[in-house]
């Protein structure tokens, strides 16, 4: 009896490591493909983009899959941050593409790691206030600013709601982010009063 016992336990358990190794496989991918999504939108790939995605999408409903039946594999670290990273991706290309949110219905996820991903969308938007500076396009990056600045003050509206592990680490670099950028995006501007000024007053020289 207790032979039988530890046989179907060690059976048990060969059949839980190997999900968990397919269960962290998947995410990790999901992962990578969501990371690759954000730079392609970055690049403004909007097909190669949306590919990735919805390739990152087919791996987390595996992972819900395997979920279900060892809810507990739910909880592990990998896997909320696949989830959080697709999410952020997502969120990133429709603001790109669209200049709206989507919903968390619309990117499928529990409102729970919508928010999270979306704690780390300042960041990304940073980088393309920064590439617009580069190339002179001020307003797209004031816009990037701006819409930078309402996901955080969104955010900080949460504080009497319970808070989500983590989130309030993502808002203070977000806090940071935001102040960085609004330097440099100033900073610019200053700059380019200076040289309409310095133009004006050569051409009235001349």
């Known amino acids: 009896m207790l032979e039988e016992l530890v046989r179907r336990a060690a059976d048990e358990l060969r059949v839980r490591e190997a999900a968990i190794d397919d269960v962290m496989d998947k995410a ?6 969501s990371k690759q999504a954000i730079i392609r939108t970055h690049n403004g790939a909007l097909g190669d983009a949306e590919g990735r995605l919805d390739e990152a999408k087919k ?3 595996e992972v819900s899959i395997i979920v279900e039946d060892y809810p507990d594999l739910g909880r592990f670290e990998q896997v909320n941050a696949a989830s959080e990273e697709y999410s952020e991706a997502r969120i990133i290309h429709s603001l790109t593409f669209s200049g709206s949110f989507p919903s968390p219905e619309e990117v499928g996820v529990p409102i729970h790691v919508y928010i999270m991903g979306l704690g780390d969308v300042p960041g990304e938007l940073r ?5 617009a500076l580069r190339v002179g396009d001020m307003e797209l990056a004031e816009a990037r600013l701006e819409t930078m600045e309402s996901i955080y003050l969104s955010l900080v509206s949460m504080e009497e709601a319970p808070m989500l592990k983590g989130l309030r680490r993502k808002m203070d670099i977000a806090r940071g982010v935001i102040e960085r950028t609004r330097s440099e995006i100033t900073a610019e501007a200053g700059r380019r009063r200076l040289d309409e000024s310095v133009k004006r007053l050569a051409e009235r020289l001349e």
Do not use: K, N, P
């Open 59 to 61: 791996f987390l409903e």
């Open 28 to 33: 990790r991918r999901a992962r990578v493909l």
């Open 127 to 131: 980088r393309q206030a920064l590439d």
